[in-house]
C-alpha cells in the first residue's frame, strides 16, 4: 500500500510542475530490453511533453517481463525523463538527447542517465536501489541497471498502417 501511495504522489508532482507551462503531448509505445541483475524484455507507453526542443519530459509506464530463478516473472514499472540537448546552429538540429531520470518498479527504484539519437533509441545506466528485502523469486534485483529502448510515436505506427 505504501508503495502505491509513493509511486502516486511522485506522479501527481510530476504532472503539477509541468502543467505551468503549455506543453505539446505526445504518445509513444516502447519495447526494450533492460538488464536488472537478470534479463527483461519491456513493453508499455510513455507520454512525450514538450514546449520546445531543446527540453523533453517523458513519463511512462510498461511492463517487465523475463525468468528470475527459473520462473516467470512479471513487474510493472513507472519512469520519468529528461531529454536536453542546447546545441544551437548545427545541419541536423538535436540528433542526439542527453537523458537523465529515474524508474521504479515493486523491487527496486533506479536513477539513471544516458543518450537518445532523435528520441527513439534510448541507451541508458545507473544503478538500482532495492526496495524491501525479499526480493523477486528469491533474487535481489539491485547494482548496475542498463536499458536499451526503441520508441515508437502512434502517429508514425498509424500513418504506416493506413
Not at 505526445?26 to 513493453?43: A, M, P, R
Not at 544516458?114 to 526496495?131: E, I, K, Q, S, W
Amino acid at each position: 500500500m505504501k508503495l502505491k501511495l509513493f509511486f502516486l504522489i511522485i506522479l501527481l508532482f510530476l504532472m503539477s510542475s509541468l502543467t505551468k507551462a503549455q506543453l505539446t503531448a505526445h504518445t509513444l509505445v516502447h519495447v526494450g530490453y533492460v538488464y536488472q541483475n537478470q534479463s527483461f524484455g519491456e513493453i508499455g507507453g510513455r507520454l512525450l511533453l514538450l514546449n520546445n526542443d531543446d527540453v523533453i519530459f517523458r513519463i511512462g509506464a510498461s511492463g517487465l517481463f523475463g525468468s528470475v530463478n527459473g520462473k516467470f516473472a512479471a513487474m510493472p514499472k513507472v519512469q520519468a525523463d529528461v531529454l536536453f540537448n542546447f546545441e544551437k546552429n548545427v545541419d541536423l538540429n538535436h540528433a542526439y538527447y542527453f537523458l537523465g531520470g529515474a524508474e521504479i518498479t515493486t523491487q527496486y527504484i533506479a536513477p539513471k542517465v544516458g543518450v537518445t539519437l532523435f528520441g527513439l533509441v534510448d541507451l541508458t545506466g545507473g544503478y538500482a536501489f532495492p526496495l524491501g528485502t525479499e526480493g523477486l523469486h528469491g533474487k535481489k534485483l539491485e547494482g548496475f541497471n542498463l536499458n536499451f529502448t526503441i520508441n515508437l510515436p502512434i502517429v508514425m505506427i498509424r500513418d504506416l498502417l493506413e
